[in-house]
C-alpha cells in the first residue's frame, strides 16, 4: 500500500534552516510528481511546493520562493524540502503528497516551529 513517511521537522529560530524528508513506497515514485503541503494551526491545508516525475520542473507558493527548494532521488524514493530563512509565519505541519486516481495520499505529518 502507499505510504509516506516525513521527518527532519522541529524547532528552530526566525532566519533558520531545516531540511525535510519523505520517504515514499507503495508506487512507483519515479514515473509521479510529488507534492509538499502545509497546515498551520487553526488554518486549512496549503498547498507549498511540487515536484515533476523527473525533478527537473519544481513549482512555489509565492511566500517561500527563493527560500525553499524541493529536490527527489528516485534511485531512493525520497522527496525533501529545503527550508532556509524560515520564519514565524512557516510554523505548520508539512505533509508530503501525492494525487494517485481516485484520491490524495499523505504521510503523518512533520512539525515545524519557528519562534525566538
Known amino acids: 500500500q502507499v505510504q509516506l513517511v516525513e521527518s527532519g521537522g522541529g524547532w528552530v529560530q526566525p532566519g533558520g534552516s531545516l531540511r525535510l524528508s519523505c520517504a515514499a513506497s507503495?508506487?512507483?515514485?519515479?514515473?509521479?510528481?510529488m507534492t509538499w503541503v502545509r497546515q498551520a494551526p487553526g488554518k486549512g491545508l496549503e498547498w507549498v511546493s511540487d515536484?515533476?516525475?523527473?525533478?527537473?520542473?519544481?513549482r512555489y507558493t509565492d511566500s517561500v520562493k527563493g527560500r525553499f527548494t524541493i529536490s527527489r532521488d528516485n534511485t531512493m524514493n525520497r522527496l525533501w524540502l529545503q527550508m532556509n530563512s524560515l520564519k514565524p509565519e512557516d510554523t505548520a505541519v508539512y505533509y508530503c503528497?501525492?494525487?494517485?486516481?481516485?484520491?490524495?495520499?499523505w504521510g503523518q505529518g512533520t512539525q515545524v516551529t519557528v519562534s525566538s
Open positions: 515536484i515533476n516525475s523527473g525533478g527537473a520542473n519544481t
Open positions: 507503495g508506487f512507483t515514485f519515479s514515473m509521479n510528481s
Open positions: 503528497n501525492i494525487y494517485l486516481p481516485p484520491r490524495d495520499y
